[in-house]
């Protein structure tokens, strides 16, 4: 009697991109230069506040009836903007004009009298440590102008707020400045030179990897003369990236990934990708879900072959994107060709593999040299999501080999048994790791011959990947980790 034949459910690729995440506030930039700013009072804040609004070029009055000496220090600190201090008490004619608006007041009243007359001027208004009254929040800040960042915990968490701009600031190197200024001038230029988005973009992805190889290097002529004939020699059209998303740390993704990502124009990723990864991405690019899951609904390989060459001629940049790595039981190999025979460039940027992400989580070597002469990666499942009939059953008997089988769960059992009946040792050590690298990472230890029963008796769920041999040994690694000890007593 023949195999039955496992039957999918087909379905279409169909696009994911959601709107962001809910925002407790919503982040925005002001431009002061040459407008008038207007601070009431001299609360503890009131200096810091002044500064600010001068170093983003504004004219600022401060009325402060009793300033303090900080206060009375800030004008002849001021490198930008100007300030003007008057040693009296606010009016709301003194609001008239004002762009920006500030009260530093210690009373309650005062200050809800301030913002309700800056208000009707038409100012943007905050209050010193009255977020009630806020229009606007101030948050930490990273300058290294024209590029600033803004960090803000909406109050929650301050010291946190200031622990993420010192990292930030640490990531950000001063001369980022310069070449930040460069791109501001050298905009129009680039603008008049290149009228396709997509020839801006690759002039733009270039100078910001200039900039980060060389941040301390002020930017010239002869680096925008180089960027500009790098980007008329670019080729043009679209192409196709397989790209590896790794098992789904998104920490795991290659820098190449990272690049391919943030190129695309659209992005056909599989379910098994881990969202966080997506994340990556530029906002602008589409996402499209053309999932390939083991026995469930799938979109059929052709429609997806198909999409991925409609889109590549249409001059689109696609990333299929993979879980781990894309020559791993990825399908790799029917894509290429298809683009190949299309016409459309296609290349394949490498990820961390699920057997790899397992082995490094569990601190386990695949190949420790005294249990393990060859490493053999296996597919649990054949087209009809059957064990395979050509296993070469001697190679995984073999003592002295590791074994990982990718798409285990549904023949686990049969290709355990099978490999017994065929000369694996039953107590050869095995396990199975789910959601390898994820947070809900979980694993199930055995031998060859009980495995199948502790697998059905967890209850565990999620992608899995099996693994086989001396090298897993548990015994092996409670001896490595007992010499290691020694040796540090010593």
């Known amino acids: 009697m023949s195999k039955p034949t496992l039957m999918r459910t087909p379905r279409e690729p169909r696009e994911t991109r959601a709107g962001l995440e809910p925002l407790a506030v919503l982040p925005v930039f002001v431009p002061l230069q040459g407008k008038r700013a207007v601070l009431a009072g001299s609360g503890g804040g009131a200096p810091w506040k002044v500064k600010l609004l001068a170093a983003a070029g504004a004219l600022v009055d401060v009325y402060a009836p009793e300033p303090s000496e ?10 930008s903007g100007a300030v003007t201090l008057h040693e009296r008490a606010w009016t709301p004619e003194d609001l008239w004009g004002a762009a920006f608006a500030i ?27 009255r977020p009630h009254l806020c229009d606007v929040k101030f948050g930490a800040i990273v300058n290294r102008s024209p590029l600033v960042v803004g960090i803000s915990t909406e109050g929650a968490a301050p010291v946190f707020g200031q622990t993420v701009r010192a990292r930030v600031e640490g990531m950000l190197p001063r001369g980022f400045s310069a070449w930040v200024a460069a791109a501001r001038d050298w905009r129009e230029q680039v603008t008049a030179r290149f009228h396709g988005f997509s020839d801006r973009r690759f002039f733009w992805e270039r100078f910001t990897e200039r900039a980060f190889a060389e941040p301390d290097r002020e930017p010239g002529a002869a680096d925008l003369a180089d960027l500009l004939g790098d980007t008329e020699a670019a080729p043009r059209g679209g192409a196709v990236a397989l790209v590896g998303a790794g098992p789904g740390d998104a920490e795991l993704l290659t820098l190449k990934a990272l690049r391919a990502l943030r190129n695309a124009d659209v992005i056909l990723y599989d379910d098994l ?14 996402t499209m879900l053309v999932g390939k899951t083991g026995h469930g609904p799938s979109c059929r390989q052709d429609d997806i072959n198909a999409l991925m060459v409609q889109l590549a001629r249409s001059g689109k940049q696609v990333v299929r994107l993979k879980s781990g790595d894309p020559l791993v039981f990825g399908r790799a190999g029917e894509e290429i060709e298809a683009c190949r025979a299309a016409g459309i460039p296609v290349t394949v940027v490498p990820g961390v593999s699920a057997a790899q992400g397992a082995a490094a989580t569990l601190g386990v070597s695949l190949t420790h ?32 080999v590791t074994t990982v089988v990718y798409m285990p769960k549904r023949t686990l059992r049969a290709l355990l048994e099978r490999a017994v009946a065929e000369g694996l040792a039953p107590a050869t050590p095995a396990l199975v790791v789910f959601n390898a690298t994820r947070p809900n990472q979980a694993s199930v230890r055995g031998s060859a011959a009980d495995l199948a029963d502790r697998i059905e008796a967890s209850g565990l769920e999620g992608p899995a990947i099996l693994m086989v041999g001396e090298a897993l040994s548990e015994a092996r690694a409670a001896a490595l980790a007992s010499e290691a000890s020694a040796r540090m007593a010593v």
């Open 70 to 79: 900080e206060l009375r220090a800030v004008p002849g600190e001021i490198v």
């Open 103 to 129: 009260g530093a007041m210690e009373d309650e009243r005062d200050c809800v009298a301030f913002v309700a007359a800056a208000r009707a001027a038409g100012a943007i208004v905050n209050a010193v440590d």
């Open 369 to 400: 040299r005294d249990a393990a002469r060859r490493l053999q990666f296996v597919t649990g499942h054949d087209r009809r999501g059957q064990l395979p009939d050509d296993i070469n059953w001697g190679a995984l008997a073999d003592p002295s």
């Open 273 to 286: 990708v881990a969202p966080a990864i997506l994340d990556y991405a530029r906002r602008e690019a589409r």
